[in-house]
């Protein structure tokens, strides 16, 4: 079966430019100087399967970059969007897991000083929030979020009885100055 030709390609004096700063500059991510690379190859007019011996590169993935190039131009040299995993919660519930965690747990019914993250879990899926939910997600929703007021201590209204703060503290050593 034969080989389909390669894609010419010409480039532009910035292109050229361009490319040559991606391909040889320090600070250039590792993947864009490779791509950057297989394209100033394929300027010289070199064959892929030369390109591919010169760079270490499988011929399919400088069939890949060249092609990309000839037709994108420098755009297509960039990743594209990767589908990934759905989410499996939406950002509201996210904020309404972070929102819960801002009221004290007395506030709820729950006989708790403080959130931990799997009582938040817990919480959440007994009112519906979401039908399943772990504490690592949990923590990790919060540890996101900027403010932190379930982390702050707790203040109370009326300190309890039996500190007066109007009065120094008494000394109970039997030592007088």
């Known amino acids: 079966m034969p080989v389909a030709a390669a894609c010419p390609?010409?480039?532009t004096a910035s292109q050229r430019r361009r490319l040559k700063k991606t391909a040889y500059g320090h600070k250039t991510p590792h993947q864009a100087g490779i791509r950057?690379?297989?394209?100033?190859h394929a300027a010289q007019g070199r064959s892929n399967a030369c390109i591919a011996r010169a760079t270490g590169l499988h011929l399919d993935t400088v069939r890949t970059w060249r092609g990309r190039f000839a037709e994108e131009g420098l755009p297509g040299l960039a990743d594209r969007k990767r589908?990934?995993?759905p989410p499996a919660f939406t950002p509201l519930q996210a904020a309404q897991v972070t929102a819960l965690a801002c009221r004290l747990p007395a506030e709820t019914g729950t006989p708790l000083s403080r959130w931990s993250a799997p009582e938040l879990a817990r919480e959440a899926i007994a009112r519906g929030i979401a039908m399943f939910m772990s504490a690592s997600t949990v923590r990790r929703w919060l540890a996101q979020d900027a403010p932190k007021p379930w982390q702050q201590p707790i203040t109370r209204k009326n300190p309890p009885p039996d500190r007066q703060h109007d009065q120094p503290p008494r000394r109970t050593s039997g030592a007088d100055h």
């Open 83 to 85: 589908s990934g995993r």
């Open 36 to 40: 950057a690379n297989v394209v100033l």
């Open 9 to 11: 390609i010409a480039l």
